[in-house]
């Protein structure tokens, strides 16, 4: 089999030391299948860059055929069939994600241009920099010859954080509460969603509301708990998470490459098309399904009542405004 070649920017950065491990080792992409590691951080960072790919040879993973470490977007991108994109600046205490944008969209609009030059048509994009909605839909408006279902934002993290709550509380396995949304931007207004979930307790499937019974719960601290999680992190540890942050990224590439089974979704950022009543054109989180062919679908038909309504609303509102912030830095 011929290896894929994936992108890893921000690659001498905290989530990458994380998440090259499980690439490598065949946690993404599978068991059988050999990987060309393409690592892209900035000149000064190229000393800790060597550390980290000695690192990698050191850990002798049989999947790794090559390791190309470099400072330049053309090596970086070149002919590359996955990307994840986490080079940027992650936000320090008290700071919302979107104060970074203004710092880090400019990568994603160089970055977009690198890709529409040299990448394969059909890459994989995966934006996981923040503010990450808004910096996939500026890296897809830059690489007009790809198309804009092949990038995507991070909001598994969240996905899997809201799952993990429901498991502590109703003492179960994450593995047997599936279909959490996560609807609109990977920020402090994302909405957090289980009335589509469901849950598995002794053998038997029912909806998670009606294994909570107890929809303030659900509306209220549920909610903020998942919206501010990634500032509780950054509280106590001084650093953004990286550890779940690269656990998540892999969840995500995985599942758009291998596909979710029947009747299962995940939330993912993907250029929306307005379904639900969401902002056209920008990057919103939804439930969607992946086929075997890497080809997502939003989830049609859902029930959405009036509080879930406003809920993505205010998330969209909040896309669209960081989307015309965004435009303005690009035009500098
Ligand atoms: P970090 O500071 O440890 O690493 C970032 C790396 O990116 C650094 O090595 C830096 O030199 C590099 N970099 C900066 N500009 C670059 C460029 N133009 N090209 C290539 N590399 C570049 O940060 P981190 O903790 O790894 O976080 C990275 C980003 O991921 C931050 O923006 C953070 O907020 C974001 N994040 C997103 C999620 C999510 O759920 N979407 C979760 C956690 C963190
Ligand atoms: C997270 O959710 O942990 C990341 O987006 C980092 C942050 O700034 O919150």
Request: charged share 20%.
């Amino acid at each position: 089999m011929d290896p894929i070649r994936v992108l890893v920017t921000g690659a001498a950065g905290q989530i990458a030391y994380s998440l090259l491990y499980s690439v490598a080792k065949g946690d993404v992409f599978g068991p059988n299948q050999p990987l060309s590691l393409h690592l892209l951080d900035i000149a000064p960072m190229m000393g800790v860059l060597e550390g980290v790919v000695m690192e990698l040879n050191d850990c002798a993973f049989p999947l790794l055929r090559e390791i190309i470490p470099t400072a330049d977007e053309k090596v970086a991108f070149s002919d590359i069939d996955a990307a994840f994109l986490v080079g940027a600046m992650p936000r320090r205490e008290g700071m919302e994600r979107k104060d970074l944008l203004a710092a880090n969209v400019k990568i994603f609009k160089s970055q977009g241009k690198a890709l529409d030059q040299y990448a394969k048509k059909d890459v994989k994009v995966l934006v996981v920099g923040n503010p990450a909605n808004t910096n996939a839909f500026i890296c897809s408006k830059y690489a007009p010859s790809i198309p804009k279902e092949n990038f995507s934002a991070m909001t598994r993290l969240d996905q899997n954080r809201a799952t993990s709550q429901i498991a502590n509380l109703l003492k179960v396995n994450v593995s047997d509460v599936a279909n959490v949304i996560i609807w609109g931007n990977h920020s402090s207004t994302q909405y957090p969603d289980v009335s589509h979930a469901i849950v598995s307790i002794n053998g038997t499937v029912t909806g998670v509301p009606d294994a909570v019974k107890d929809d303030g719960y659900l509306q209220g601290e549920f909610i903020t708990t998942v919206q501010k999680r990634g500032a509780a992190v950054i509280a106590a540890r001084k650093l953004s998470s990286a550890m779940s942050a690269a656990k998540a990224a892999c969840d995500h590439m995985r599942d758009w490459f291998a596909g979710v089974s029947e009747g299962r979704f995940v939330s993912m950022g993907v250029i929306s098309d307005g379904s639900y009543g969401t902002p056209k054109d920008v990057i919103y989180s939804f439930p969607v399904t992946i086929g075997p062919n890497k080809k997502w679908n939003i989830v049609q038909g859902l029930q959405v009542n009036d509080f879930s309504q406003e809920k993505m609303k205010i998330t969209g509102d909040e896309l669209l405004q960081e989307k015309e912030e965004a435009l303005s830095v690009c035009q500098d």
